[in-house]
Every structure is written in C-alpha cells, then in structure tokens.
C-alpha cells in the first residue's frame, strides 16, 4: 500500500509556543488529507479535512484559529498547533486519499502519527 | 457521529479465529464498510473493505450480511501480534466522504 510519513513523531513544547507537524504522501499524490487527534485510550476523533489549494474543513467544535492547516501541494499538508497548552497534548494522525478509484473506492491511508506533549 | 457500534473488547486464544463484529444497521446502498487496527502509539492500519460480497485478503475475511446491517472481520489464525484495537467504519459523507471512527473493539490475543 502507499506509504504516508508525519514529522516529527513526537514533540514537546513549551505552554504558549506554538508547533508545526508535517504529513506527507511518499508515493502517490493526494488533493486530500485529514487530520485526527487521539486522547489516551480513545478513539481518533476528526478535526479537519485538508485541501490541496483551498481552506481546510473543520469539524464541529475544533478552533480553526488554533490548528492551522496548510496544504499547499499535493504531497505535503501541515498542522500548526498555535499557542499550545498543555490540555493540547495528545496524538495527532493524518491520513491521505489515494485520488485513484480502486475497487470501487478511493483507499486512505494513516500516517504513523505525531505525540505532542505540551509542558 | 459514527456509523457503526462494535463490542468494546474480546479475547481470542492464540492460534485461534478472531471474530469481530460490527453493527451498521444505517448504511446506504453504495456505502462500503472498512475495517481498520491500530497497535498501540501507530496510526490504523488498512485490513479490508467490502460493499456486499464477502471478501479475504491475506490478512482476513470479511463476512457481510445480506441486509448490510452487520459484518464480521475474521482472523483465522490470532497470534500475540494482532493484538489491536480494531475499527469498522463506515464513511460519512458532507461536501466530501469521511472517517469518522467508533470506539473499536480492543482484541486481546492470550498466549
């Protein structure tokens, strides 16, 4: 299956600074890319849908203003974390969308994700 | 809100079948059901999808009912690595299809 790295796969800050994480697509290009966030022992919970030259979708009750994406190609979306605390600490994943129609659908594939811990 | 329930945990015997069921009594015609796992602190891991057929990869099967309102993600042979909580979804859709995750089964295979 196609391959999907994030960077860095953990971070700490410090409360108040703000940290930038990278998705990529290694082998395939992706118009669209999501960005999850997974407390422990939860389960993942979408905050956004990322498109390739246009304005992230959020989810209901995820602060636009505070996760910033970007995704400025087709291989690379970016969540920024602005002004972190540590109630922001928790495991960030994104996936991305094969645009290819296979089997009657289009695949999506999960990053390894990225811990961030705010102290 | 998810589309699909699932028991919160089981355990299966190592060497034995690993049945995990999946209830999405809500899913439309031409909705397919995902099965995804995620080992603890990796992102989820693609198993198998299927739209009406029972379908088998080289990790498992996947049983769907006739009516659709259910499916099984079969194991055949559990060893200590499946060890995972797994996900049945069923995309949602607004402006673009989605992901939206339960709260999975946690599978529990015992040596």
């Known amino acids: 299956g196609a391959v999907v790295s994030q960077h860095p796969s953990w971070v700490i800050c410090k409360s108040g600074t703000s940290v930038k994480i990278e998705c990529r697509s290694l082998d395939f290009q992706a118009t669209t890319m999501f ?53 922001d600490s928790s495991f960030y994943i994104c996936s991305a969308r094969d645009p290819l129609w296979t089997g009657g659908s289009y695949e999506q594939y999960f990053g390894p994700g990225t811990r961030l811990t705010v102290t | 809100d998810a589309k699909t329930t699932q028991p919160p945990s089981m355990d299966c015997a190592e060497g034995r079948a690993a049945n995990l069921p999946c209830n999405h009594s809500t899913i439309s015609g031409n909705e397919y059901v995902y099965w995804y796992r995620q080992i603890h602190s990796q992102g989820p891991q693609y198993i198998i999808h299927g739209l009406k057929n029972n379908e088998t990869n080289e990790m498992a099967s996947l049983i769907i009912t006739e009516d659709r309102k259910s499916s099984t993600l079969i194991l055949p042979h559990a060893t200590l690595r499946d060890t995972a909580v797994y996900y049945c979804i069923v995309r949602a859709y607004s402006g673009t299809y989605k992901y939206i995750f339960g709260t999975g089964t946690r599978l529990k295979v015992l040596a």
């Open chain 1, 35 to 87: 960005w999850y966030r997974q407390f422990p022992k939860q389960s993942l919970m979408l905050m956004a849908t990322s498109n390739e030259g246009s304005k992230a979708t959020y989810e209901q009750g995820v602060e636009k203003d505070k996760f910033l994406i970007n995704h400025a190609s087709l291989t690379l979306s970016t969540l920024t974390v602005t002004s972190a605390h540590p109630e």
